[in-house]
């Protein structure tokens, strides 16, 4: 059969209420035309984001009844120690409560605490705007190196992820004493979830190697990155996804991972150091804000729940079915003439707010208008990722649509590109907004704005 089905039946539902336009308009005016600031009550789909947002199966949840509360060595941990060395191979293996938390302990094991970090810079495909805050804090500079494709939000390639090896070696070969470790993100989250191929992997690797660097996955969505792998990458198709995740993390020296993208899970988060006694540095420092080396800042049923989640993610029905129906939004609406970020990535479909409603300039927050509108219309909840997001620093004016792992079935999506498709045939009647009121750092959470 063509085609690809959930592969999961619902047995526990939870009721979407439904809104009006009119009730709508008052809440985003009420929310000052922020979707942040909307009670997720007065959501009717809410693809914010993909993080901590999925459904866990029922194993999952009997994984919960099942957890250890006892403070040391609770059996959960080592369920979920098993799983993740399985998965990784790896044997230093720390739970986190999410993937800030690793971040933050890796960057003080490998770079030092204060501002050890000035004049130093740590490398990355495209760094997760958390990794660069815990990066810059300590002084140093994250920098991005995605290949020039990578940056082309239009342009056809299949691992639009990777590293840009001559620009990596540049760096290296100018600056080798000033970087204190490589990181590589699988997906990359932050040029729309784009893959990154084996072979780029192992070149980065092979550039470690013969400067003398360690390398650092960021591998929030390390399934996601294999199932395109065996999907695109030239002789991949026969390996298991779960041989193909084994040498991906082969290739590194540690990783830090998000459990709420690829762990299935709420919250939860995981570092791995396989030098011995880096490793035991970070357990020194986990234990001084996350808890004892055996719970990291989580709930025994959280570990169970990790446990279970790593397992299930490499489920090939469930990754066929995951990546397939992001692709079948990105085919709909670009069919409907909605301009996007191409191809469609592992766990977002970005929306082209400039293209859409040319008539709102840059200045005037294209995204924001396209997010509000789509909002009134449909009661969904998208996120601008353009200027309000990144001021200066944006390169696109984009509406993210990021889908929640096993949680809205096929209907829910059509109704998402009906939506879409009918805002945008009155897309000329959307107005841009003003900033009246925001706070002096990362202001899209909490700013309020105004219609122009
Ligand atoms: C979500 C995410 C993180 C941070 O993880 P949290 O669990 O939100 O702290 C880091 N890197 C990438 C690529 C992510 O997507």
């Not at 030092?112 to 958390?130: C, E, I």
Request: proline share 4%; with cysteine.
């Amino acid at each position: 059969m063509k085609t690809i089905i959930e592969p999961f039946r619902i047995k526990s539902v939870e009721p979407i209420r439904m809104t009006t336009p009119r009730q709508r308009r008052q809440y985003l005016r009420q929310a000052g035309y922020n979707l942040f600031r909307i009670p997720a009550a007065h959501v009717i789909i809410d693809l914010l984001t993909d993080s901590g947002t999925g459904a866990m199966s029922s194993e999952q949840w009997a994984g919960v009844m099942r957890g250890d509360e006892s403070y040391a060595g609770a059996s959960s941990y080592y369920r979920f120690l098993e799983v993740v060395e399985q998965l990784t191979g790896m044997r230093n293996i720390l739970p986190t409560h999410q993937g800030r938390a690793s971040e933050r302990i890796l960057v003080e094991v490998m770079i030092g605490s204060g501002q050890a970090g000035r004049g130093r810079l740590v490398p990355n495909n495209a760094h997760f705007d958390t990794t660069r805050a815990n990066i810059e804090h300590s002084g140093a500079e994250a920098v991005d190196l995605l290949t020039s494709q990578g940056t082309s939000p239009t342009h056809l390639a299949p691992f639009k992820g990777n590293m840009d090896l001559a620009k990596l070696e540049t760096l290296l070969d100018e600056r080798a004493d000033d970087v204190p470790f490589v990181m590589l993100t699988i997906t990359c989250n932050s040029n729309g979830g784009q893959p990154v191929s084996l072979e780029n992997l192992q070149a980065v690797r092979a550039l470690c190697d013969r400067y003398g660097k360690s390398l650092f996955l960021d591998a929030a969505r390390f399934a996601e990155n294999a199932w395109f792998i065996k999907q695109r990458e030239p002789g991949r198709a026969g390996q298991s996804v779960s041989q193909i995740v084994r040498e991906m993390f082969e290739l590194a020296d540690g990783a830090t991972i998000s459990a709420k993208k690829d762990g299935l899970v709420n919250i939860g988060g995981v570092l791995l150091i396989r030098d011995d006694a880096l490793f035991r540095k970070a357990c020194d420092l986990l234990i001084l804000t996350e808890g004892f080396v055996t719970y990291g800042g989580l709930a025994g049923r959280d570990l169970e729940a990790m446990a279970v989640g790593f397992r299930e993610v490499l489920d090939e029905d469930y990754l066929r079915y995951r990546i397939r129906s992001i692709q079948y939004m990105g085919e709909k609406l670009l069919a409907g003439g909605v301009s996007i970020v191409q191809p469609p990535g592992g766990h977002a479909i970005y929306i082209d707010a400039t293209d859409f409603c040319p008539h709102i300039p840059k200045m005037q927050f294209p995204g924001q208008a396209v997010a509000c509108g789509l909002y009134e219309l449909g009661g969904i909840r998208s996120c601008e990722i353009g200027s309000v997001m990144m001021g200066e620093l944006a390169v696109m004016e984009s509406v993210r649509l990021a889908v929640p792992r096993r949680t809205y079935t096929q209907s829910h999506i059509d109704y998402v590109i009906e939506v879409v498709l009918a805002l945008k045939t009155k897309a000329h009647k959307l107005r841009g907004f003003r900033i009246i009121e925001q706070p002096q750092a990362l202001r899209h959470f909490t700013a309020r704005f105004e219609p122009m």
